[in-house]
C-alpha cells in the first residue's frame, strides 16, 4: 500500500494508527504472513477505538485488506497435478458441472465442462467409488464398495452415508428423478429408494451380477447382467422383466437412445441392439475382443462406446455400425459421458480423461501415472523437478503451472537432487534389482548413468557441495529390514563408493555440508556424522516412533518427523532434542517428509491428506487435509510461503492463492484467525 486514503475530517484515524500503519509497509517488505496477521489485529483493533463514522472505518478496513491481498500471502492448496483411478463420471448436459468418482474415495468436480477439477472431500479413501449419478447441479448419489449410499445436496461440498440394507456392492446408480431411484450390484441384488435415497429396499433379480442401470424416464428403466440379458421395467424400477439378447456374456452397459432403439456393450467387444423394447436382439460387430465398458449418446444417430484398451467407437446411423475414433493405449476407460454444446467426455485408469468438442469425432487425452511422487527439488521458485515411481521425471519452469515429463525406462524413481541449474541426479531401482544413480549436466535434457554397483534400492541421495555427495540404500524393500549402506561421492558422481554399513535401518538423511549430517530411522533412531559420514553418533530423540524425514537449516537448528504424527526439533545439532508434535496427541497420521523454507516457516506431510505447517519455528503446529485423502511422500519449499507437496497418483500442488476473510455486516470483528478451515 503507497499511500493512506484521505479520510474526511473528523474521521480521520488516530495518530497510533497512522504509526501502525507504516509498520505494516514494512512488514509486508519482508514476513507477508506476519504482515497480514499483524494488520489484522491491529488495524481492527484501532479502528474500532475511533468512535465516529463507523461505516467508513469499515470501508477502510475492505480496502485496506483488498491492498495487502496482492502481496502474493499464500493459503490455498492448488492441485497441478493428480491421476487417480476413475470409474465413472457423470455430468448436467449444458449445465458445465460434471462429478468422477473412483479408487481410492476419490471424488472430483468440474464446473467448466471437465476441463479442470477440484478434488472433493468423500470422508474415506479406503473404499472405491463405483458410480456417481445427478439429478441437479445440488444433489447426486454415489455408490461405495463400503456398502454405503452417499447423497449431497449441495454440489459435493458433504457427501452422506446412508446404508444400502444389503451386504452387496453395488456396482451403478441411477435416478429417474429427485426421489426415485435404483442401485444394482453383485449376485442379482436391487436396492430402489423413493425418497430421494434416504432409505432404500431390496429384491433380487437372478443370481447373477448387475452391471448397469439406465433410466430413460420417470417409468423406463434398464439393466444389463452377466449372462447376457437385459432388464426392462415400466413402472420406475418396481418389477423387471428379463430378456435374452444375442449373447450369454457379459453386458457392461445398457442405453436407450430413441423411444425405440436400445444398445448395450459387454466383454469380448459384445455390441448388442433392439429396436422394439428388448424383444428381440441384433448383434453388432465391433470387430475387437476387448471390453467395451460404457455406451452412451449424442443425439439419436451418434452413439459412443468406451473400451478396457482406451479406445472409444463412434456410430453416426443409430448404432447399425461402429468405427474407431480414439487409439488403443491399453489402459482402460470405463464410461463416456455426453457434457453439452458438442462436448463428450471419457474417464479411467492412470487419471485417463478424453475429451471431445466436436460430438466424438476426434479426442485428445491426459492420461498419467498413479505411482506416488516421492520427492520434490526446485532449483529456484519456478523450475523444479519431481520424481515418480514408475520411473517419471516431471519438470516444470513455469512454477507448476505445467509439468513435463521424461521417462526413465526400467527405473522406479525414489529421489532427485540438484547441485546448481544445470547438474542434478536421480536415483533408484532398475527393473533387474539393481540400484541405479543418474545424471544430468543440461537442466535435466538428458541423462546419463554414473558408475555404481550396490544394494538393491537406492532410495535417497544428498549433494551438500558441488562435487560431494552422498546416497543410501539397502537391499531389502524400502519400507523394511535391518541393514542400510552409505555411498558417497568425490568426483560428482564419476564414482560412488561404500561409506558406512549401519547396522539400523535407516530411512533418510540430511548433510548441510560435505562433513555435518544427520540420519533418522526405526525406532527412534538419530545418528550425527561430522567428518563426512565415516563416524556416525547416536542422539537422543526423545521418541521410539519410526522417524521417516529428517532436515536441517544449519549445523544447529533441525527437524525430524515420523509415526503417529511425531515431530522432534533441535537448536543446537542435535545435542538435545525436544518433541513438538506427540504421537499421543490425537492427530496421529504416519508423517513421512518435513522441509523448511525459513527459521520459522515449515511443513510437515504424510498420510491420509495430512498437510502440517508451522509459522513459528515448530512452536506450534496447524493441520489441514486434502480433500481426497491422498498420501502425501514429499514437501519442499521454494521460499517462505511457497510450498509444493507430493504424493500418490502423481499428485503435485502448490500452496498458494489469497487469504480469504470472512465479511461480518454488523460489527467490526475483536480479531481474525489464519487457521485454515477443514478440509480445504
Known amino acids: 500500500m503507497e499511500q493512506c486514503m484521505k479520510i474526511p475530517k473528523g474521521y480521520r484515524l488516530k495518530p497510533e494508527t497512522h504509526t501502525m500503519i507504516k509498520k505494516i509497509?514494512?512488514?509486508?517488505?519482508?514476513?507477508?504472513?506476519?504482515?497480514?496477521?499483524?494488520?489484522?489485529?491491529?488495524?481492527?483493533?484501532?479502528?474500532?477505538?475511533?468512535?465516529?463514522?463507523?461505516?467508513?472505518?469499515?470501508?477502510?478496513?475492505?480496502?485496506?485488506?483488498?491492498?495487502?491481498?496482492?502481496?502474493?500471502?499464500?493459503?490455498?492448496?492448488?492441485?497441478?497435478?493428480?491421476?487417480?483411478?476413475?470409474?465413472?463420471?457423470?455430468?448436467?448436459?449444458?449445465?458445465?458441472?460434471?462429478?468422477?468418482?473412483?479408487?481410492?474415495?476419490?471424488?472430483?468436480?468440474?464446473?467448466?465442462?471437465?476441463?479442470?477439477?477440484?478434488?472433493?472431500?468423500?470422508g474415506s479413501s479406503a473404499n472405491n467409488y463405483n458410480?456417481?449419478?445427478?439429478?441437479?447441479?445440488?444433489?447426486?448419489?454415489?455408490?461405495?464398495?463400503?456398502?454405503?449410499?452417499?447423497?449431497?445436496?449441495?454440489?459435493?461440498?458433504?457427501?452422506?452415508?446412508?446404508?444400502?440394507?444389503?451386504?452387496?456392492?453395488?456396482?451403478?446408480?441411477?435416478?429417474?428423478?429427485?426421489?426415485?431411484?435404483?442401485?444394482?450390484?453383485?449376485?442379482?441384488?436391487?436396492?430402489?429408494?423413493?425418497?430421494?435415497?434416504?432409505?432404500?429396499?431390496?429384491?433380487?433379480?437372478?443370481?447373477?451380477?448387475?452391471?448397469?442401470?439406465?433410466?430413460?424416464?420417470?417409468?423406463?428403466?434398464?439393466?444389463?447382467a452377466d449372462d447376457g440379458k437385459i432388464y426392462t421395467s415400466t413402472d420406475g424400477g418396481v418389477v423387471w422383466t428379463s430378456h435374452l439378447t444375442t449373447t450369454s456374456g457379459s453386458l457392461l452397459s445398457v442405453i436407450k437412445i430413441t423411444s425405440t432403439n436400445i444398445i448395450a456393450c459387454g466383454a469380448n467387444g459384445i455390441i448388442t441392439k433392439s429396436t422394439n423394447e428388448g424383444s428381440t436382439w441384433t448383434a453388432i460387430p465391433s470387430g475387437v475382443s476387448y471390453s467395451l465398458k460404457s455406451v452412451t449418446y449424442y443425439n439419436s444417430n451418434t452413439v459412443l462406446i468406451a473400451s478396457a484398451n482406451g479406445s472409444i467407437f463412434r456410430s453416426t446411423d443409430s448404432g447399425d455400425n461402429f468405427s474407431l475414433v480414439s487409439p488403443v493405449n491399453s489402459t482402460p476407460l470405463y464410461e463416456v459421458e455426453f457434457v453439452g454444446n458438442n462436448i463428450l467426455i471419457a474417464v479411467g485408469d492412470r487419471g485417463q480423461i478424453k475429451y471431445s468438442t466436436n460430438s466424438g469425432a476426434n479426442w485428445t487425452s491426459t492420461l498419467g501415472s498413479e505411482s506416488p511422487v516421492y520427492s520434490l527439488y526446485f532449483i529456484n521458485g519456478v523450475t523444479g523437478y519431481a520424481a515418480n515411481g514408475e520411473g517419471l521425471l516431471y519438470r516444470t519452469i513455469d512454477g507448476g503451472t505445467t509439468w513435463t515429463q521424461n521417462i526413465f525406462n526400467g527405473y522406479s524413481l525414489f529421489d532427485v537432487k540438484f547441485e546448481n541449474s544445470s547438474t542434478g541426479f536421480v536415483c533408484g531401482t532398475s527393473n533387474t534389482g539393481l540400484g541405479v544413480i543418474s545424471k544430468t549436466t543440461n537442466s535435466g535434457g538428458s541423462w546419463q548413468p554414473t558408475t555404481f554397483s550396490g544394494t538393491n534400492n537406492l532410495s535417497d541421495i544428498n549433494f551438500?557441495?558441488?562435487?560431494?555427495?552422498?546416497?543410501?540404500?539397502?537391499?531389502?524393500?524400502?519400507?523394511?529390514?535391518?541393514?542400510?549402506?552409505?555411498?558417497?561421492?568425490?568426483?560428482?558422481?564419476?564414482?560412488?563408493?561404500?561409506?558406512?554399513?549401519?547396522?539400523?535401518?535407516?530411512?533418510?538423511?540430511?548433510?548441510?555440508?560435505?562433513?555435518?549430517?544427520?540420519?533418522t530411522g526405526d525406532n527412534g533412531t538419530i545418528m550425527r556424522t561430522t567428518n563426512g559420514g565415516v563416524n556416525w553418533n547416536?542422539?537422543?530423540?526423545?521418541?521410539?516412533?519410526?522417524?521417516?524425514?529428517?532436515?536441517?537449516?544449519?549445523?544447529?537448528?533441525?527437524?525430524?518427523?515420523?509415526?503417529?504424527?511425531?515431530?522432534?526439533?533441535?537448536?543446537?545439532?542435535?545435542?538435545?532434542?525436544?518433541?513438538?508434535?506427540?504421537?499421543?496427541?490425537?492427530?496421529?497420521?504416519?508423517?513421512?517428509?518435513?522441509?523448511?523454507?525459513?527459521?520459522?516457516?515449515?511443513?510437515?506431510?504424510?498420510?491420509?491428506?495430512?498437510?502440517?505447517?508451522?509459522?513459528?519455528?515448530?512452536?506450534?503446529?496447524?493441520?489441514?487435509?486434502?480433500?481426497?485423502?491422498?498420501?502425501?511422500?514429499?514437501?519442499f519449499f521454494t521460499s517462505p510461503s511457497n510450498i509444493y507437496a507430493g504424493g500418490e497418483f502423481s499428485y503435485i500442488a502448490n500452496l498458494g492463492g489469497i487469504v480469504s476473510i470472512e465479511p461480518n455486516q454488523n460489527t467490526i470483528p475483536d480479531g481474525f484467525s489464519l487457521s485454515q478451515n477443514y478440509p480445504n
Request: aromatic content about 14%; glycine content about 10%.
Open 464 to 519: 551438500p557441495s558441488v562435487g560431494t555427495g552422498y546416497g543410501i540404500g539397502s537391499n531389502s524393500v524400502l519400507d523394511n529390514g535391518t541393514t542400510t549402506y552409505l555411498y558417497k561421492t568425490t568426483n560428482d558422481g564419476v564414482n560412488w563408493n561404500s561409506s558406512f554399513t549401519f547396522t539400523e535401518f535407516i530411512r533418510d538423511f540430511y548433510f548441510v555440508n560435505a562433513s555435518s549430517g544427520w540420519c
Open 538 to 635: 547416536s542422539q537422543n530423540s526423545q521418541t521410539a516412533q519410526d522417524l521417516y524425514s529428517v532436515f536441517f537449516l544449519n549445523t544447529l537448528q533441525g527437524y525430524a518427523c515420523g509415526a503417529l504424527g511425531i515431530i522432534v526439533s533441535t537448536t543446537n545439532g542435535g545435542l538435545n532434542w525436544s518433541v513438538q508434535h506427540s504421537d499421543n496427541s490425537g492427530i496421529n497420521p504416519y508423517l513421512y517428509d518435513i522441509h523448511f523454507g525459513s527459521a520459522t516457516n515449515g511443513a510437515a506431510v504424510g498420510d491420509g491428506g495430512y498437510r502440517f505447517r508451522t509459522t513459528d519455528g515448530g512452536a506450534t503446529w496447524t493441520y489441514t487435509i486434502e480433500p481426497s485423502l491422498v498420501d502425501f511422500s514429499c514437501v
Open 131 to 224: 458410480a456417481v449419478t445427478f439429478f441437479d447441479v445440488n444433489t447426486g448419489w454415489a455408490v461405495n464398495t463400503d456398502l454405503n449410499i452417499y447423497k449431497t445436496t449441495n454440489g459435493g461440498t458433504n457427501w452422506i452415508p446412508f446404508p444400502s440394507g444389503v451386504v452387496n456392492v453395488m456396482s451403478d446408480i441411477d435416478f429417474a428423478n429427485s426421489t426415485t431411484g435404483v442401485a444394482c450390484g453383485t449376485s442379482g441384488s436391487i436396492i430402489r429408494t423413493t425418497d430421494g435415497g434416504n432409505t432404500w429396499s431390496s429384491q433380487i433379480v437372478g443370481s447373477v451380477n448387475l452391471n448397469s442401470v439406465y433410466f430413460f424416464n420417470s417409468s423406463l428403466a434398464y439393466m444389463c
Open 25 to 122: 509497509q514494512k512488514m509486508i517488505k519482508g514476513n507477508t504472513d506476519e504482515a497480514l496477521s499483524f494488520a489484522c489485529r491491529n488495524l481492527i483493533k484501532h479502528l474500532k477505538n475511533n468512535k465516529k463514522g463507523n461505516s467508513i472505518m469499515r470501508i477502510f478496513i475492505l480496502i485496506f485488506i483488498i491492498a495487502i491481498s496482492s502481496i502474493n500471502v499464500y493459503s490455498q492448496w492448488i492441485v497441478q497435478q493428480f491421476y487417480p483411478n476413475y470409474n465413472d463420471v457423470s455430468f448436467l448436459p449444458n449445465t458445465g458441472t460434471g462429478f468422477a468418482v473412483g479408487n481410492n474415495g476419490i471424488i472430483r468436480k468440474s464446473t467448466d465442462n471437465g476441463i479442470s477439477w477440484q478434488n472433493l472431500y468423500s
